[in-house]
C-alpha cells in the first residue's frame, strides 16, 4: 500500500526518540455522535505510521486514537493520560493530512504536519 491520506508521527519527548509500537486507530463520524474505526496499525521504529486506512478519505471529520498507556506501561513508565484522542476535519478529499504527536508522560501536543 502506498502512503495514506491520513499519516502520523509520534516522538517521546520525555526520552527525545520516536515512540514505536504505539496502537493508533483512524475513526470517522458517522451521523450524531457515532464513530466507526476504519484502521489500525502500531508506529514503526521511527514512530510513524504511513499506511493507515484507505489512501483516499472523503471530507469529514475523524479522529486518530492513540493508546499511550499501553506504549507507557510497556516501558515500565506511569503516565497520566491512558489515551491521547486528536479530532480533526478532512476538507478535501485526496489531501494529505499528517498528524503528529509530542508525547511524554503528563503531557502532549499536536499540530497540522506537511
Known sequence: MSRSQITTHVLDAARGTPAAGVAVELLRRG??????????????????VNALG?????????RLR???????AAGGTRGFYPEVLITFTV?????HHHVPILLSPFAYSTYRGS
Not at 451521523?31 to 510513524?48: F, V
Not at 483516499?56 to 471529520?61: I, K
Not at 493508546?67 to 507507557?72: I, P, V
Open 66 to 72: 492513540f493508546d499511550t498507556g499501553a506504549y507507557f
Open 31 to 48: 451521523t450524531g455522535d457515532e464513530w466507526t474505526s476504519l484502521a489500525r496499525a502500531a508506529t514503526d521504529d521511527d514512530g510513524r
Open 54 to 62: 484507505p489512501e483516499r478519505v472523503a471530507a469529514g471529520e475523524y
Open 91 to 95: 476538507d478535501e478529499e485526496g489531501r
